[in-house]
């Protein structure tokens, strides 16, 4: 049997991780479109803004899928 307040609960938590994550997107797509040339500072070894924040939106979406799947409510009655 589905909970509702558990699958409110998750809802929730899912919609403010995505909205952190859209706005960190949100950043990227706007510096990289009204002010290209802060994409071509160098930041760690050689790789410019742009690839490092680049590699930084893919591992933060996958710490933040490992958050979600951690502090998810089970909607069931059973416990993990």
């Known amino acids: 049997m589905i909970d509702p307040s ?8 899912g919609l403010r991780l995505f909205l952190f994550y859209a706005l960190f ?6 510096v990289n479109a009204f002010a290209p040339q ?8 050689g790789l410019n803004l ?7 939106l ?3 979406a996958f710490i933040l899928a ?3 799947g ?3 409510v ?3 009655g059973d416990k993990p």
């Open 74 to 76: 089970p909607e069931t």
């Open 58 to 60: 893919i591992g933060l």
């Open 6 to 13: 558990a699958q409110d609960c998750n809802t929730r938590l």
């Open 66 to 68: 490992l958050i979600y």
């Open 25 to 30: 997107y949100l950043a990227f797509v706007l």
């Open 50 to 56: 742009a690839v490092t924040w680049g590699f930084a």
């Open 38 to 45: 802060l994409g071509e500072w160098q930041v760690v070894g």
């Open 70 to 72: 951690m502090a998810c």
